[in-house]
């Protein structure tokens, strides 16, 4: 069965499904893999790696294959080229795309979103979602140490000593923690909140000091947060007003995926900071935690005292800021997704399976249905692809898909 791996056509998508050195791993498991041309290039990956690596490059990739991989969901015209009852993994976020969704499941397309693969310890390698939090964490922080006109660490001269900058980051998963431990190997006085308890332990051992309000601690399911009622809200926002205001830098990692990202910042509190400093929101492209973020921009508040302004730094599919690494840990949690769902050298996902389950949005006949089975040794559902003839032309305009 061929694999396709798609070039992303959304606007600022830079990573890709598949990285060279994890295409003998397919090839190895029996599958024939092809590449859309440039699919690699926007995280610094050329075609010559992916055919040194064993892959097929060609316009026609999609032609015929039976399993597409992709960061973002490929378009439904795209796929239209794909083997009758093809496969997708990718993000997805199905509850912002119920047309796309209705249309998969009419075309018998089954599609497997990496968002939704259950927060279980067997699944955590393939957890894309923590993959991809952890390159945004970091760079968060990266942003805010580079817009912070003052040193993070504390610097003892002949000429004086330069104190270090205090940072305070609000949420505690995964980018919470990874923002935490980068801003403290740079050197800065680092302090951590989150509304679960348990968080403190974690925020601590990253040589972090834990802030604690005083207010009921809200867990929820999957390691995810409560979602808080406004009265508790608004009282956590007067609490940490002070916290905030005395911060050189906050970074905001509060999201949970596909809903509205809480806030916990207000403009008065941003405005209450001293001039020059930095507000880095991770959560923009959800709403943000900041009022008044706008993602993929960065707003200047003025502060109260009139004296100078605010950086606010929305950011913007912040993963494909750095695409190379994300590239690599997405791709391996996608290739041990595509490993999971291999049987006898063919692509024949196990739907008792509770990972395979809770991945997949849309398949033939619908959820509702017993899952498929077939006797060993009988012919796969996907039937083979054509033959493909590797091209040397240029990607085309990625608009075309």
């Not at 959560?283 to 706008?294: I, K, T």
């Not at 196990?350 to 009988?378: H, K, N, Q, Y």
Request: aromatic share 4%; charged share 20%.
């Amino acid at each position: 069965m061929r694999i396709a791996v798609a070039r992303e056509s959304e606007p600022g998508e830079t990573r890709v499904a598949l990285v060279p050195e994890l295409v003998g791993r397919l090839t190895g498991a029996g599958y024939e893999v092809a590449i859309e041309p440039g699919a690699g290039r926007g995280a610094l990956l050329e075609d010559e790696a992916y055919a040194a690596a064993g892959a097929t490059v060609s316009e026609h990739a999609l032609h015929g294959a039976g399993l597409v991989l992709s960061v973002q969901p490929v378009s439904p015209e795209a796929l239209r080229f794909t083997a009758p009852r093809a496969a997708t993994i990718s993000f997805l976020f199905a509850g912002q795309r119920a047309d796309e969704v209705a249309t998969r499941q009419a075309e018998g397309l089954t599609t497997f979103a990496m968002e939704k693969v259950p927060r279980i310890s067997r699944a955590q390698s393939m957890d894309a979602l923590s993959s991809q939090a952890l390159v945004a964490g970091y760079r968060g922080a990266i942003v805010a140490a580079g817009r912070l006109r003052e040193f993070f660490p504390l610097s003892m001269t002949a000429a004086g000593t330069v104190r270090p900058a205090e940072v305070l980051v609000l949420g505690a998963g995964v980018a919470g923690l990874q923002a935490l431990a980068t801003c403290r190997r740079l050197g800065a006085v680092v302090k951590g909140y989150d509304v679960r308890a348990a968080a403190a332990e974690e925020i601590a051992s990253l040589g972090a000091t834990p802030i604690d309000l005083n207010l009921p601690s809200l867990e929820g399911a999957g390691g995810y947060a409560r979602e808080m009622t406004e009265e508790r809200a608004q009282q956590q926002r007067e609490l940490l007003a002070p916290h905030v205001a005395a911060a050189h830098a906050v970074i905001t990692t509060a999201a949970v995926p596909g809903l509205q990202a809480p806030i916990l910042v207000t403009n008065a509190m941003v405005a209450g900071m001293r001039p020059g400093s930095v507000v880095v929101d991770l959560a923009a492209d959800s709403g943000g935690n900041v009022e008044g973020v706008a993602p993929g921009r960065v707003v200047n508040v003025s502060t109260a005292a009139g004296t100078g302004s605010v950086q606010l730094w929305g950011g913007s599919n912040v993963p494909s800021q750095m695409p190379a690494p994300a590239s690599r840990l997405y791709a391996q949690n996608v290739l041990n997704v595509v490993l999971l769902m291999t049987r006898d050298q063919m692509f024949d996902p196990d739907f008792a399976d509770e990972i395979v389950a809770g991945m997949c949005i849309t398949r033939p006949g619908g959820l509702g249905d017993e899952p498929e089975t077939r006797p060993s040794g009988s012919e796969p559902v996907v039937p083979p692809a054509p033959p493909l003839e590797a091209t040397g032309d240029e990607p085309t305009d990625p608009e075309d898909h």
